[in-house]
Protein backbone atom coordinates (compact mmCIF):
# COMPACT_ATOMS: atom_id res chain seq x y z
CA UNK A 1 0.00 0.00 0.00
CA UNK A 2 1.25 3.34 -0.91
CA UNK A 3 1.70 6.18 2.12
CA UNK A 4 -1.29 7.92 0.43
CA UNK A 5 -3.16 4.82 0.66
CA UNK A 6 -2.60 4.32 4.28
CA UNK A 7 -6.32 4.99 5.83
CA UNK A 8 -5.83 8.06 8.34
CA UNK A 9 -6.28 7.17 11.82
CA UNK A 10 -8.27 9.32 14.26
CA UNK A 11 -9.17 9.71 17.88
CA UNK A 12 -12.91 9.94 18.54
CA UNK A 13 -14.64 9.99 22.18
CA UNK A 14 -16.01 6.81 23.14
CA UNK A 15 -17.81 7.72 25.88
CA UNK A 16 -17.54 10.12 28.78
CA UNK A 17 -18.28 10.16 32.55
CA UNK A 18 -18.18 12.87 35.35
CA UNK A 19 -18.67 12.94 38.78
CA UNK A 20 -19.27 15.84 41.81
CA UNK A 21 -18.69 15.01 45.43
CA UNK A 22 -21.93 14.77 47.48
CA UNK A 23 -21.07 18.31 49.63
CA UNK A 24 -22.81 20.83 47.70
CA UNK A 25 -21.63 24.39 49.27
CA UNK A 26 -24.33 27.19 48.01
CA UNK A 27 -23.08 31.07 47.65
CA UNK A 28 -25.52 31.66 51.27
CA UNK A 29 -23.77 28.60 52.43
CA UNK A 30 -20.18 29.83 51.72
CA UNK A 31 -21.11 33.65 52.80
CA UNK A 32 -22.62 32.61 55.98
CA UNK A 33 -19.06 30.19 56.75
CA UNK A 34 -16.90 33.45 55.75
CA UNK A 35 -19.13 35.60 58.00
CA UNK A 36 -18.11 33.22 60.86
CA UNK A 37 -14.64 34.91 59.98
CA UNK A 38 -15.87 38.56 59.45
CA UNK A 39 -15.18 38.13 56.02
CA UNK A 40 -18.14 39.88 53.72
CA UNK A 41 -19.66 38.25 50.28
CA UNK A 42 -22.97 38.19 49.25
CA UNK A 43 -24.89 35.28 46.60
CA UNK A 44 -25.34 38.59 44.63
CA UNK A 45 -21.63 39.60 44.22
CA UNK A 46 -20.68 35.88 43.49
CA UNK A 47 -23.36 35.19 40.71
CA UNK A 48 -22.98 38.96 39.22
CA UNK A 49 -19.25 38.75 39.02
CA UNK A 50 -18.76 35.13 38.04
CA UNK A 51 -21.91 33.09 37.38
CA UNK A 52 -21.81 30.87 40.10
CA UNK A 53 -24.13 29.71 42.37
CA UNK A 54 -23.00 26.86 44.28
CA UNK A 55 -19.61 24.39 43.98
CA UNK A 56 -19.19 21.04 45.57
CA UNK A 57 -16.43 20.04 48.01
CA UNK A 58 -14.93 16.41 48.34
CA UNK A 59 -15.56 14.86 51.97
CA UNK A 60 -12.83 14.26 54.29
CA UNK A 61 -10.50 11.58 53.34
CA UNK A 62 -11.93 11.56 49.70
CA UNK A 63 -9.02 12.10 47.18
CA UNK A 64 -8.54 13.31 43.86
CA UNK A 65 -8.17 10.07 42.59
CA UNK A 66 -11.39 8.53 44.16
CA UNK A 67 -13.32 11.82 42.51
CA UNK A 68 -11.67 10.69 38.93
CA UNK A 69 -12.63 6.54 39.76
CA UNK A 70 -16.38 7.87 39.82
CA UNK A 71 -15.89 9.42 36.59
CA UNK A 72 -13.83 7.06 35.15
CA UNK A 73 -15.96 4.18 35.79
CA UNK A 74 -19.04 6.04 33.98
CA UNK A 75 -16.53 7.16 30.96
CA UNK A 76 -15.59 2.99 30.52
CA UNK A 77 -19.29 2.01 30.96
CA UNK A 78 -20.43 5.05 28.30
CA UNK A 79 -17.80 3.66 26.30
CA UNK A 80 -18.90 0.00 26.49
CA UNK A 81 -15.57 -1.10 26.66
CA UNK A 82 -13.36 -3.41 29.92
CA UNK A 83 -10.85 -0.98 32.07
CA UNK A 84 -8.14 -3.60 30.85
CA UNK A 85 -8.64 -2.33 27.43
CA UNK A 86 -6.80 0.60 27.90
CA UNK A 87 -3.31 1.24 26.96
CA UNK A 88 -3.27 4.53 28.57
CA UNK A 89 -4.65 6.92 31.37
CA UNK A 90 -3.66 10.43 31.68
CA UNK A 91 -5.39 12.12 34.56
CA UNK A 92 -5.06 15.76 34.10
CA UNK A 93 -4.69 17.43 38.24
CA UNK A 94 -3.37 20.40 40.32
CA UNK A 95 -4.58 18.72 42.94
CA UNK A 96 -3.21 15.31 43.16
CA UNK A 97 -3.50 12.59 46.23
CA UNK A 98 0.39 13.24 47.71
CA UNK A 99 2.49 16.10 48.10
CA UNK A 100 4.80 16.23 44.90
CA UNK A 101 2.48 14.79 42.97
CA UNK A 102 4.05 11.35 43.00
CA UNK A 103 2.84 8.89 42.08
CA UNK A 104 1.09 10.14 39.89
CA UNK A 105 -2.74 10.29 40.86
CA UNK A 106 -2.72 8.41 37.19
CA UNK A 107 -1.21 5.29 38.96
CA UNK A 108 -3.67 5.20 41.66
CA UNK A 109 -6.48 5.86 39.66
CA UNK A 110 -5.23 2.55 37.26
CA UNK A 111 -5.04 0.78 40.35
CA UNK A 112 -8.34 1.79 41.82
CA UNK A 113 -9.77 0.55 38.18
CA UNK A 114 -8.35 -2.76 38.94
CA UNK A 115 -6.31 -2.52 35.62
CA UNK A 116 -3.40 -4.98 35.48
CA UNK A 117 -2.59 -4.99 32.22
CA UNK A 118 0.41 -2.80 32.69
CA UNK A 119 -0.92 0.09 30.70
CA UNK A 120 0.96 3.49 30.87
CA UNK A 121 -0.57 6.06 33.53
CA UNK A 122 0.59 9.79 33.96
CA UNK A 123 -0.72 13.14 35.25
CA UNK A 124 -0.88 16.01 33.12
CA UNK A 125 -0.22 19.54 35.10
CA UNK A 126 -1.76 22.69 33.21
CA UNK A 127 -4.00 23.61 35.75
CA UNK A 128 -7.04 24.49 34.30
CA UNK A 129 -5.71 24.10 30.49
CA UNK A 130 -5.18 20.44 31.69
CA UNK A 131 -8.19 18.68 29.78
CA UNK A 132 -7.33 20.15 26.55
CA UNK A 133 -3.51 20.03 26.73
CA UNK A 134 -4.24 16.17 27.70
CA UNK A 135 -6.72 16.08 24.50
CA UNK A 136 -3.66 17.06 22.46
CA UNK A 137 -1.41 14.64 24.14
CA UNK A 138 -3.71 11.77 23.59
CA UNK A 139 -4.80 12.57 20.23
CA UNK A 140 -1.04 12.38 18.98
CA UNK A 141 -0.74 9.03 20.78
CA UNK A 142 -3.69 7.72 18.55
CA UNK A 143 -2.86 9.21 15.33
CA UNK A 144 0.60 8.24 15.84
CA UNK A 145 -0.92 4.29 16.07
CA UNK A 146 0.77 4.02 19.25
CA UNK A 147 -2.28 3.30 21.45
CA UNK A 148 -5.74 2.23 20.90
CA UNK A 149 -7.81 3.20 23.74
CA UNK A 150 -6.72 6.26 25.78
CA UNK A 151 -8.63 7.39 29.21
CA UNK A 152 -8.35 10.72 30.00
CA UNK A 153 -9.34 12.48 33.51
CA UNK A 154 -9.56 16.07 34.57
CA UNK A 155 -10.00 15.51 38.88
CA UNK A 156 -9.37 18.08 41.47
CA UNK A 157 -10.08 18.97 44.86
CA UNK A 158 -9.20 22.66 44.55
CA UNK A 159 -11.18 23.18 48.47
CA UNK A 160 -7.84 21.68 50.27
CA UNK A 161 -5.89 24.68 48.60
CA UNK A 162 -8.67 27.58 49.16
CA UNK A 163 -8.00 30.20 51.33
CA UNK A 164 -11.20 30.59 52.93
CA UNK A 165 -9.43 33.72 54.27
CA UNK A 166 -9.53 35.36 50.33
CA UNK A 167 -12.77 36.16 49.41
CA UNK A 168 -11.47 37.06 46.13
CA UNK A 169 -11.00 33.16 45.13
CA UNK A 170 -12.27 30.82 48.17
CA UNK A 171 -16.11 31.40 46.62
CA UNK A 172 -15.01 30.43 42.93
CA UNK A 173 -13.46 27.22 42.97
CA UNK A 174 -15.09 23.81 43.76
CA UNK A 175 -14.34 20.15 43.59
CA UNK A 176 -15.34 17.35 40.69
CA UNK A 177 -14.15 15.14 38.01
CA UNK A 178 -14.52 14.36 34.68
CA UNK A 179 -13.22 11.86 32.02
CA UNK A 180 -13.58 10.82 28.40
CA UNK A 181 -12.52 7.27 26.66
CA UNK A 182 -11.22 7.88 23.24
CA UNK A 183 -10.34 5.55 20.73
CA UNK A 184 -8.71 5.10 17.54
CA UNK A 185 -11.06 5.05 14.35
CA UNK A 186 -11.50 5.55 10.88
CA UNK A 187 -13.78 8.11 11.53
CA UNK A 188 -12.87 11.91 12.27
CA UNK A 189 -12.85 12.70 15.29
CA UNK A 190 -10.82 15.06 16.99
CA UNK A 191 -9.96 17.22 14.26
CA UNK A 192 -7.42 19.86 15.19
CA UNK A 193 -5.47 20.56 18.66
CA UNK A 194 -3.20 23.48 19.89
CA UNK A 195 -2.20 24.26 23.15
CA UNK A 196 -0.04 27.36 24.69
CA UNK A 197 2.29 28.04 27.47
CA UNK A 198 3.85 31.34 28.98
CA UNK A 199 6.08 31.24 31.57
CA UNK A 200 6.44 34.70 32.73
CA UNK A 201 2.94 35.02 34.36
CA UNK A 202 3.32 32.05 36.44
CA UNK A 203 2.50 34.41 39.03
CA UNK A 204 -0.83 35.53 38.49
CA UNK A 205 -2.41 31.81 39.46
CA UNK A 206 0.03 29.75 41.40
CA UNK A 207 0.63 27.67 44.59
CA UNK A 208 3.32 29.64 45.35
CA UNK A 209 5.10 27.27 48.78
CA UNK A 210 7.13 24.58 48.18
CA UNK A 211 8.27 21.63 50.27
CA UNK A 212 11.84 22.34 51.71
CA UNK A 213 13.95 19.73 54.47
CA UNK A 214 10.60 17.96 55.03
CA UNK A 215 8.58 20.91 55.87
CA UNK A 216 6.15 23.56 53.86
CA UNK A 217 8.27 27.13 52.69
CA UNK A 218 5.67 29.04 51.91
CA UNK A 219 1.78 28.95 51.28
CA UNK A 220 -0.04 26.18 50.18
CA UNK A 221 -2.75 28.29 48.91
CA UNK A 222 -3.79 29.27 45.33
CA UNK A 223 -3.45 32.71 45.06
CA UNK A 224 -4.75 34.77 41.84
CA UNK A 225 -4.61 38.34 40.76
CA UNK A 226 -7.98 37.58 39.14
CA UNK A 227 -8.38 41.03 37.24
CA UNK A 228 -5.02 39.98 35.44
CA UNK A 229 -5.80 36.29 35.32
CA UNK A 230 -9.20 37.99 33.39
CA UNK A 231 -7.35 40.19 30.57
CA UNK A 232 -5.18 37.55 29.65
CA UNK A 233 -7.93 34.75 29.28
CA UNK A 234 -9.75 36.72 27.04
CA UNK A 235 -7.54 37.46 25.03
CA UNK A 236 -5.54 34.10 24.35
CA UNK A 237 -8.75 32.22 24.18
CA UNK A 238 -10.05 33.95 21.33
CA UNK A 239 -6.78 33.26 19.55
CA UNK A 240 -6.36 29.68 20.61
CA UNK A 241 -10.01 29.23 19.03
CA UNK A 242 -9.01 30.57 16.01
CA UNK A 243 -6.03 28.91 15.80
CA UNK A 244 -7.73 24.84 16.23
CA UNK A 245 -10.44 26.26 13.58
CA UNK A 246 -7.89 27.21 10.64
CA UNK A 247 -6.02 24.04 11.41
CA UNK A 248 -9.42 22.10 10.83
CA UNK A 249 -10.55 24.95 7.95
CA UNK A 250 -13.47 25.81 9.79
CA UNK A 251 -15.63 28.79 10.86
CA UNK A 252 -17.26 29.89 14.29
CA UNK A 253 -20.32 29.43 12.37
CA UNK A 254 -19.62 25.73 11.88
CA UNK A 255 -19.01 25.24 15.87
CA UNK A 256 -22.47 23.27 16.95
CA UNK A 257 -21.10 24.23 20.48
CA UNK A 258 -18.42 25.57 22.40
CA UNK A 259 -17.37 23.98 25.64
CA UNK A 260 -15.07 26.95 27.43
CA UNK A 261 -13.29 26.47 30.67
CA UNK A 262 -16.06 27.23 33.35
CA UNK A 263 -14.19 29.92 35.41
CA UNK A 264 -16.27 32.88 35.13
CA UNK A 265 -19.51 33.49 32.47
CA UNK A 266 -17.94 36.61 31.61
CA UNK A 267 -15.06 35.31 30.34
CA UNK A 268 -17.41 32.83 28.42
CA UNK A 269 -19.96 35.36 27.10
CA UNK A 270 -16.48 37.80 26.15
CA UNK A 271 -14.55 34.88 24.08
CA UNK A 272 -18.35 33.51 22.43
CA UNK A 273 -18.60 37.48 21.78
CA UNK A 274 -15.74 38.16 19.46
CA UNK A 275 -15.43 34.71 18.31
CA UNK A 276 -19.24 35.65 16.74
CA UNK A 277 -20.86 32.42 18.46
CA UNK A 278 -24.11 32.77 19.78
CA UNK A 279 -24.75 32.22 23.44
CA UNK A 280 -27.34 29.75 22.77
CA UNK A 281 -24.32 27.63 21.23
CA UNK A 282 -22.03 28.12 24.48
CA UNK A 283 -22.75 24.84 26.96
CA UNK A 284 -22.60 26.75 30.83
CA UNK A 285 -22.38 24.74 33.98
CA UNK A 286 -20.24 27.26 35.88
CA UNK A 287 -23.03 27.81 38.10
CA UNK A 288 -23.17 24.31 39.56
CA UNK A 289 -20.04 23.35 40.23
CA UNK A 290 -18.00 26.68 39.92
CA UNK A 291 -13.96 26.82 39.01
CA UNK A 292 -13.18 22.64 38.73
CA UNK A 293 -10.15 23.61 37.07
CA UNK A 294 -9.01 20.53 34.50
CA UNK A 295 -12.47 19.29 35.66
CA UNK A 296 -14.56 21.74 34.18
CA UNK A 297 -14.58 20.87 30.70
CA UNK A 298 -15.05 16.63 30.75
CA UNK A 299 -17.70 18.01 33.20
CA UNK A 300 -19.29 19.94 31.16
CA UNK A 301 -19.15 17.80 28.06
CA UNK A 302 -20.47 15.07 29.95
CA UNK A 303 -23.30 17.00 31.53
CA UNK A 304 -24.24 18.26 27.73
CA UNK A 305 -23.94 14.49 26.05
CA UNK A 306 -25.84 13.25 28.93
CA UNK A 307 -29.19 15.84 28.87
CA UNK A 308 -29.12 15.59 24.94
CA UNK A 309 -27.63 19.08 24.46
CA UNK A 310 -24.92 17.60 22.66
CA UNK A 311 -25.72 14.76 19.79
CA UNK A 312 -23.43 12.78 18.00
CA UNK A 313 -21.91 14.27 14.52
CA UNK A 314 -21.85 17.67 16.21
CA UNK A 315 -18.91 19.93 15.81
CA UNK A 316 -17.87 21.06 19.94
CA UNK A 317 -14.75 23.68 20.34
CA UNK A 318 -13.29 23.01 23.71
CA UNK A 319 -10.82 25.67 25.41
CA UNK A 320 -9.20 26.09 28.74
CA UNK A 321 -7.05 28.44 30.37
CA UNK A 322 -4.88 28.57 33.28
CA UNK A 323 -2.09 28.81 35.54
CA UNK A 324 1.49 28.51 34.29
CA UNK A 325 0.19 31.02 32.22
CA UNK A 326 -1.40 28.05 29.85
CA UNK A 327 -4.29 27.60 27.28
CA UNK A 328 -5.31 25.13 24.65
CA UNK A 329 -7.96 23.94 22.62
CA UNK A 330 -9.51 20.86 20.65
CA UNK A 331 -11.79 20.89 17.91
CA UNK A 332 -13.60 17.69 18.15
CA UNK A 333 -16.51 16.26 15.67
CA UNK A 334 -18.61 14.02 18.92
O1 LIG B 1 -9.36 29.03 36.16
C1 LIG B 1 -8.35 29.89 35.83
C2 LIG B 1 -8.87 31.10 35.39
N1 LIG B 1 -9.37 31.95 36.48
C3 LIG B 1 -10.21 32.87 36.12
O2 LIG B 1 -10.63 32.87 35.02
C4 LIG B 1 -10.59 33.97 37.10
C5 LIG B 1 -10.50 35.28 36.38
N2 LIG B 1 -10.93 36.42 37.14
C6 LIG B 1 -12.23 36.58 37.48
O3 LIG B 1 -13.08 35.75 37.22
C7 LIG B 1 -12.61 37.87 38.16
O4 LIG B 1 -11.51 38.77 38.12
C8 LIG B 1 -13.05 37.68 39.62
C9 LIG B 1 -14.40 36.97 39.65
C10 LIG B 1 -12.02 36.90 40.38
C11 LIG B 1 -13.22 39.04 40.31
O5 LIG B 1 -14.13 39.85 39.60
P1 LIG B 1 -13.76 41.38 39.34
O6 LIG B 1 -14.94 41.97 38.69
O7 LIG B 1 -12.45 41.41 38.60
O8 LIG B 1 -13.64 41.97 40.79
P2 LIG B 1 -12.38 42.69 41.48
O9 LIG B 1 -11.32 41.69 41.77
O10 LIG B 1 -12.03 43.89 40.68
O11 LIG B 1 -13.01 43.17 42.84
C12 LIG B 1 -14.05 44.17 42.87
C13 LIG B 1 -14.42 44.44 44.30
C14 LIG B 1 -13.23 44.75 45.21
O12 LIG B 1 -13.64 45.73 46.13
P3 LIG B 1 -13.21 47.26 45.93
O13 LIG B 1 -11.71 47.25 45.90
O14 LIG B 1 -13.80 47.67 44.60
O15 LIG B 1 -13.81 47.93 47.11
C15 LIG B 1 -13.01 43.45 45.94
O16 LIG B 1 -12.41 43.64 47.20
O17 LIG B 1 -15.06 43.28 44.86
C16 LIG B 1 -14.42 42.94 46.10
N3 LIG B 1 -14.51 41.49 46.28
C17 LIG B 1 -15.57 40.90 46.84
N4 LIG B 1 -16.71 41.39 47.36
C18 LIG B 1 -17.60 40.52 47.85
C19 LIG B 1 -13.62 40.54 45.91
N5 LIG B 1 -14.09 39.33 46.24
C20 LIG B 1 -15.30 39.53 46.80
C21 LIG B 1 -16.28 38.66 47.34
N6 LIG B 1 -17.41 39.19 47.85
N7 LIG B 1 -16.15 37.30 47.34
Known sequence: MTQNMTPRIYARILGTGSYLPANKVTNADITEKLAKDGIETSD??????????????AADGELTSDL?????????????????????IILA???????GGFPSSACVLQDKLKINNGCAAFDVQAV????????????NFIRSGM????????????????NFKDRGTCVLFGDGAGAV????????????????????????????????????????????????????????LEQVAQ??????????????WLIPHQANIRIMEGTAKKLGIGLDHVVVTVQD????????????LDTAIRSGQVKRGQHLLMEGVGGGFTWAAALVRY
Not at 243 to 256: G, H, T, W, Y
Open 147 to 162: YQKILIVGAETFSRIL
Open 128 to 139: CSGFAYSLAVAD
Open 44 to 57: EWIFSRSGISARHF
Open 243 to 256: EVLEKANMKPENID
Open 68 to 88: ALKAAERAIEAAGIDANDLDL
Open 289 to 300: HGNTSAASIPLA
Open 181 to 236: VIGASDEPGILATAMHADGSHRDILCVPGRADNGALEGSAFLTMDGQAVFKLAVKV
Open 93 to 99: TSTPDNL
